[in-house]
């Protein structure tokens, strides 16, 4: 009936509590860390890329509403692949946000970037 349990982490033999898992906190934090890592760092680096976005459609747009090239945004490390969300117009225009940043493809290599006011 009293089975020697170990911890989780490093192994050490238990005593205590019968629904102890670990010997420390830091066992803990580190078996929590170990498990959750690979999904913690695709959230991480996707918000690393969606935060970049943000700062350049911020620098390049410092009144609200203006234009710029596809070079331009490209240069700067922008990437395409990533926005927070799509917004269409009633005319059928589809602009992307990072946040309250947005842009919508012209014609060209022409961007209209715009910035969203709060509601």
Do not use: W
């Amino acid at each position: 009936m009293n089975e020697e349990r170990a911890c989780l982490d490093c192994g050490t033999a238990l005593h205590g509590r019968a629904d102890k898992k670990f010997c420390n906190d830091l066992c803990r934090n580190n078996y929590n860390n170990q498990l959750n890592s690979s999904s913690y760092n695709l959230v991480r680096n996707i918000n690393n890329i969606l935060r970049r976005n943000r700062r350049i459609l911020e620098e390049l747009n410092p009144t609200g509403k203006t234009k710029t090239t596809r070079k331009k945004l490209s240069a700067k490390g922008f990437d395409f692949e990533y926005h927070t969300r799509s917004y269409q117009t009633q005319s059928g225009k589809t602009y992307q946000f990072c946040y309250e940043y947005g842009y919508l493809p012209l014609e060209g290599d022409e961007f209209l970037l715009v910035k969203r006011e709060a509601e």
